[in-house]
């Protein structure tokens, strides 16, 4: 049982058996895998007489390598000397006030360390680079349900947000496929039929066959394109495929909401 010295809290073990997670001495167990919103340690407070289990916040499962308790605070000086665990070193040269170090305008969070760029060249710790990209950076995730497009916030399993800034600085390089692939093919990529006619991406839909061909009964893929009928010309032919981004399509069907027609000029 550990105690702190500023409150009148302890680590003591679970009243409740469904924890299988915490110890006797109310920590986690060592290489226990925890899930998300499972209880990994127990609290008790002698003041109200309550105790209660904290839950793992994270959306990923973690493995407990060790549990160690610090109680204590250390401030960093001037000149010390740190280092990751790839071996990127570097030296404190300034302390600066917290109100001066930036910060996110959405959350407000700032940060504890930053790093001269200028360092990895020379040390050229490519684990620390590799694993600050590979640890963030998937190319599937959890998209909305009403846009097709990535959420942000890792918290809710989302990335990290491209924006204003990122874009302008993507097309100050000149580097518009990058753009491209980035707002586009990895973000809300899709297919939509358009009607040559009438010029409608709202009123084209798929024709399903009256009867299943051999390659649908076996689960193959299907061997012709399915047909597209457009229900304001009345008419299946003339009907294009083209690539935009789902919310192109989710913004027609919101003008179309508040009678104001889009229309789309088809040219090869």
């Known amino acids: 049982m550990s ?3 500023g409150s009148r809290k302890y680590f003591m073990e ?3 058996e469904r924890h299988r997670s915490i110890d006797s001495d109310g920590l986690p167990c ?3 895998t925890i899930k998300p919103d499972e209880e990994y340690y127990s609290i008790y407070n002698e003041v109200n007489n309550e105790q209660h289990a904290v839950k793992q916040k994270g959306s990923e499962d973690v493995i407990v390598d060790y549990v160690t308790i610090d109680g ?4 960093q000086n001037h000149l010390q000397k740190f280092s990751s665990r790839h071996g990127q070193k570097g030296v404190c040269s300034q302390l600066w006030p917290d109100i001066d170090m930036p910060f996110s305008e959405v959350t407000g969070m700032r940060p504890d360390l930053n790093i001269n760029p200028h360092a990895f060249p020379s040390r050229m710790a490519i684990g620390m680079l590799l694993e600050s990209i590979a640890a963030k950076v998937h190319s599937t995730g959890m998209v909305d349900q009403i846009t097709s497009q990535p959420i942000k916030g890792r918290k809710g399993g989302g ?4 924006g204003e800034i990122e874009r302008d600085s993507l097309l100050a390089h000149g580097a518009a496929y990058l ?8 973000s809300d990529y899709h297919i939509a039929a358009v009607c040559s006619t009438c010029g409608s991406i709202l009123t084209p839909s798929v024709i399903k066959p009256e009867k299943r061909v051999a390659h649908a009964v076996k689960g193959l893929p299907p ?16 009907m294009e495929t083209v690539a935009i981004p789902y919310v192109f399509k989710y913004l027609a069907a919101e003008l179309a909401a508040m ?5 789309l000029q088809l040219s090869i």
């Open 259 to 263: 009678s104001i027609k889009m229309t």
């Open 3 to 5: 105690r702190s010295d």
């Open 72 to 75: 204590k605070r250390h401030l």
């Open 14 to 16: 679970s009243n409740i």
């Open 179 to 186: 753009l491209h692939d980035r707002l586009h093919t990895c």
């Open 159 to 162: 990335g990290i947000c491209f």
């Open 223 to 238: 061997v012709r394109a399915p047909k597209v009928f457009c229900h304001a010309s009345d008419t299946n032919k003339g």
């Open 30 to 32: 060592v290489g226990q």
